[in-house]
């Protein structure tokens, strides 16, 4: 099979209904934005922490699943879709690393280690996503747990970030004003 078909070359593509659409809709805009993120979450495997490495694998299949719900503008029940099971595993994990984390006190900088730079990264695409995602709703039916489990996301990327950061020994640094 080739991946090239040459269908696109008009400035369209097809979604999972194989109905045709701008490549600049939004909703083309907001499943293109979780795909990105995606690939930057893939970036960051392997962290050097095997629990985190789990997570974001985990994230990554849910990433997956988000970008065929936006894709698909007709879902049926049997469809793939994220629910509030995933955003609840989201909050057990971070949940989970509270003891081993000083209280946040003030606005950090992002930044770190490379791998909690990187999971800082990740949490300003996952916010561009959810953004997309908003835009998207407010114009079209979309799977509202969708929508929190990004917004979810972010915040567990910043967790990540910060636990990563905590056990590679790096401060958090304040903005200063």
């Not at 392997?46 to 894709?71: E, K, T, W």
């Not at 995933?86 to 900088?109: K, R, T």
């Not at 996952?126 to 990004?150: P, S």
Request: glycine letters at 6%; aromatic letters at 6%.
């Amino acid at each position: 099979m080739k991946i090239y078909t040459g269908r696109g070359d008009e400035g369209q593509t097809d979604l999972r209904d194989m109905s045709r659409v701008s490549k600049a809709s939004p909703r083309i805009e907001a499943y293109g934005t979780v795909d990105e993120l995606n690939a930057l979450v893939g970036r960051i495997r392997p962290s050097g922490h095997d629990d985190v490495d789990d997570h974001l694998r985990q994230v990554q299949n849910h990433l997956h699943v988000v970008q065929a719900d936006f894709a698909n503008p007709d879902p049926d029940e049997d469809d793939p879709a994220v629910g509030e099971n995933h955003v609840e595993q989201l909050e057990a994990w971070m949940d989970g690393y509270d003891d081993e984390l000083e209280p946040l006190q003030s606005f950090i900088l992002p930044g770190g280690s490379e791998a909690g730079a990187s999971l800082h990264h990740a949490r300003t695409v996952c916010r561009r996503a959810e953004r997309r995602a908003v835009a998207l709703e407010a114009e079209e039916d979309i799977n509202d747990a969708a929508v929190t489990y990004l917004n979810r996301l972010s915040d567990a990327l910043f967790v990540f970030g910060r636990v990563v950061n905590q056990r590679e020994d790096v401060p958090e640094e304040s903005p200063t004003y």
